[in-house]
């Protein structure tokens, strides 16, 4: 579980990563950031492309960059949006979520106070995952 400080730092890092989107087709800007079990964080933003395909969650921007720094084991994932409801992270993220950290608590913040707060297994019931393949 993420400390109160840590997760307060990780909603203000996700609040300014969706500063960073690049969203010009869905004009839907998202910032991520997560939270490592060494206690490191990264943060992220979705970044689209012309390619409409080719879309890249701000969820999975993070992970990413966490996975590339050598972090393969997530705590906490924190999600922003500039709405008025909370936004949940969607089906492929969970996924990417589960593989990085299947006991992750997922907390998403938005422009009111109404919040997401669960744990991925919440979000992702029945979830398949690396433990499926041993
Ligand atoms: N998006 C995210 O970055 N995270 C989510 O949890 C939901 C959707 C992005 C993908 C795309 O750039 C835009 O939001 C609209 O779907």
Redesign the pocket.
């Known amino acids: 579980m993420p400390s109160p400080a840590q997760l307060r730092k990780l909603k203000t890092l996700a609040k300014a990563a969706a500063g960073h989107?690049y969203?010009p087709?869905?004009r839907?800007?998202?910032g991520?950031a997560v939270l490592t079990e060494s206690g490191k964080i990264f943060s992220g933003?979705?970044?689209?492309n012309a390619s409409y395909g080719l879309?890249?969650?701000?969820?999975?921007?993070a992970i990413f960059s966490a996975v590339a720094a050598g972090e393969k084991k997530l705590k906490c994932v924190a999600?922003y949006?500039p709405t008025k409801t909370a936004?949940?992270?969607?089906g492929a993220?969970r996924q990417v979520i589960f593989e990085f950290g299947p006991t992750v608590r997922v907390v998403?913040n938005c422009d009111s106070r109404d919040q997401i707060d669960g744990s991925i297994r919440s979000l992702l019931p029945a979830a398949f995952g690396p433990d499926d393949l041993k």
């Open positions: 989107a969203a087709y869905s839907f800007r998202v991520a933003c979705n970044v689209e879309c890249n969650c701000a969820e999975r921007t999600v949006t936004t949940a992270p969607c993220c998403s």
